[in-house]
C-alpha cells in the first residue's frame, strides 16, 4: 500500500513558477515508477509528466516538454514536478500516482493539489 500526498500548488501569474511535490508513504517508494496527471475544469484527466523507478528515465506530454521537469528522491520518498512558463491552460488540479514499474497502470493516486496561473 502506497498512500501519496501532493503539495506546492497555488495561484501564479502567466509566465511564472511552481513546484509541486508528492511525498509517498512506504517503504518500496523506490520501485515504483511515479507519474503526474492533471484534470481541468470539464476535462478529463491528462497525462502530465512520468518518471522511472531509478530517475533515470523521464517522459513528457508534449505541452510539459520544456517547461516542466520531472524528478524524484527516493530517500525522501518525493517526488517532483518543476513547473516553468507557466501559463494559464495549466491551471488544473495535479495528481501525483505509483505504479508498480512491471505494471502499465497506476494503482495508487493523490488527492489532488490545485494550480491555478492567472492571466
Known amino acids: 500500500q502506497v498512500q501519496l500526498v501532493e503539495s506546492g500548488g497555488g495561484l501564479v501569474q502567466a509566465g511564472g513558477s511552481l513546484r509541486l511535490s508528492c511525498a509517498a508513504s512506504?517503504?518500496?517508494?523506490?520501485?515504483?515508477?511515479m507519474g503526474w496527471f492533471r484534470q481541468a475544469p470539464g476535462k478529463e484527466r491528462e497525462f502530465v509528466a512520468a518518471?522511472?523507478?531509478?530517475?533515470?528515465?523521464?517522459n513528457y506530454a508534449d505541452p510539459a516538454k520544456g517547461r516542466f521537469t520531472i524528478s524524484r528522491d527516493n530517500a525522501k520518498n518525493t517526488v517532483y514536478l518543476q513547473m516553468n512558463s507557466l501559463k494559464p491552460e495549466d491551471t488544473a488540479v495535479y495528481y501525483c500516482a505509483a505504479r508498480v514499474s512491471t505494471t502499465l497502470s497506476y494503482k495508487y493516486w493523490g488527492q489532488g493539489t490545485q494550480v491555478t496561473v492567472s492571466s
Open positions: 518518471i522511472s523507478w531509478s530517475g533515470g528515465s523521464a
Open positions: 512506504g517503504r518500496t517508494f523506490s520501485s515504483y515508477a
